[in-house]
């Protein structure tokens, strides 16, 4: 059986490298970390994730540099070490042309090689973005070439775990086009949405509320990193951009003329269905949940109070939101729990004097 000893060589100690260490570090697996940037390896290894100086060779490097760089990195650590190299980079094909284009003994040498993807992260990066809970419960796609070594796919399986997350295998040409769906895409089209925000006035944007920051989180998102991400998938990518813009084209035409309101219809029905199928929480499959809205004073101690006359009904709150609209003196918790909870949650928290609606 192919065991994680360690040390593992964290290749670029960003948020996601960091986060790497942090968390191989809290398992007592010994890290190295090594950064282009002198100042994030020293950032990286003041806050735990792992050390500059680690004098025994590697079992296992860890590429986490931006998707340019991935290839070169990992051809370079397949010919300074004899360790087994993964990388995390959000794209798969591109790092592996990249590395084969650069590696000499093709074959041999990246049979060593076994790519895979941490399916966390944030709108953050650097170092201080890093924490060692990151990819706990994650999904951890691994994505071998045909001539990767079984053993080194088995010791990806080990390092995802030990990350906390639970891995899916899937060939590198399929892992492009489901990202593409999954992440690429919904990214780009949350830069789209929030773009066209520059210009609105200062008015229009207070009336922002939870839908327009729910599809412009992710618009803060590092345009260096994401330009290199979406460059590297543009072949998947390109497929699903021409289905919106089909989309788009026929929902235009159709604005204004009588049949808009079937077009709109069509448009937001297919929505729903698609959004029904993303899997909830824990990765489990989407279950059925119930919203209730519950109106909050803005005051320090309000969500404690809620969350413990929640507990008392028994209810276990699924997700949760809350809407912090500006200017008011109070905000809006939802709270989804599953249907079977509904009824008493709403009653107690009714008689313990919350304003509740569903
Ligand atoms: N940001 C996210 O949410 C996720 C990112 N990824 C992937 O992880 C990788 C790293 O992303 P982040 O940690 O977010 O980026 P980051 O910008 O936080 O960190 C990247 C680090 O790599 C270093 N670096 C750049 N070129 C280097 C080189 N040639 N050699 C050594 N170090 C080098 C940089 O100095 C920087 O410290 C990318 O390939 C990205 O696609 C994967 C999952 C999620
Ligand atoms: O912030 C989010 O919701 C993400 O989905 C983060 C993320 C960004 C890039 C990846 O390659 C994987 C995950």
Known sequence: MTELRGPVRVVGTGLIGTSIGLALTRLGVVVELIDADPDSALMAERIGAGSRLVQLAPQLVVVAVPPDHVGEVIAEQLRQTDAIVTDAASVKGKPLADAKALTDKAADDLAR??????????????????????????????????????????LVRRLAEAC?????????????????????????????AAGTLVDAPSAHLDLSGQGVRDVTRIAASDPGL???IVSANSPALSGLLEQIRDELDRLLIALGKEEAADEVTAVLRRGVSGAVRVPGKHGSPHIELVSVLVTIPDRPGQLARLFADAAASG????????????GRPVGEVELAVKPASVDQLVRVLTERGWSVHR
């Open 315 to 326: 209810a276990n709150v699924e997700d949760l939101r809350i809407d912090h609209s500006p």
């Open 226 to 228: 994401w330009t290199q």
């Open 113 to 154: 090689y076994v790519g895979s993807h941490p399916m966390a992260g944030s709108e953050r990066n650097g170092p201080l973005a890093g924490r060692a809970d990151l990819f706990d419960g994650a999904t951890w796609a691994i994505t071998p070439h045909p001539t990767s070594d079984p053993e080194a796919v088995e």
């Open 164 to 192: 906390g997350a639970r891995t899916v295998e899937l060939s590198v040409a399929d892992h492009d086009l489901a990202v593409a769906r999954v992440s690429h895409l919904p990214q780009l089209m949350s830069s789209l």
